[in-house]
């Protein structure tokens, strides 16, 4: 099962899908291309406690763990 993570300010919400389930795949998709549009910047498990952050902000369907860091505000 692969999972998105949520950051936010009451801690965090994880969705876990199946990546071999189209229908879960296709959700996850939209769940990560409507979370970037709200400003959340993806992040993606790389193993030994760090991740990558892709250019492109485009959805990688093989990654196991995706992070989503809302963005920082003004205060």
Same mark, same amino acid.
């Given at each position: ?8 300010? +009451?801690?965090?919400? $994880?969705? /876990? ?12 998709? &939209?769940? !990560?291309?409507?979370?970037? +549009?709200?400003?959340? $910047?993806? /992040? ?12 492109? &902000?485009? !959805? ?16």
């Amino acid at each position: 099962m692969a999972r998105h993570i949520i950051m936010d300010p +009451s801690g965090h919400s $994880t969705f /876990a899908f199946d990546p071999s389930n189209k229908a879960d795949l296709a959700k996850a998709g &939209r769940r !990560f291309k409507e979370l970037v +549009s709200m400003g959340y $910047t993806p /992040a993606y498990h790389q193993g030994g406690g760090t991740h990558r952050v892709p250019e492109d &902000r485009v !959805f990688d369907p093989s990654a196991d763990e995706t992070i989503f860091i809302p963005a920082l505000r003004g205060g």
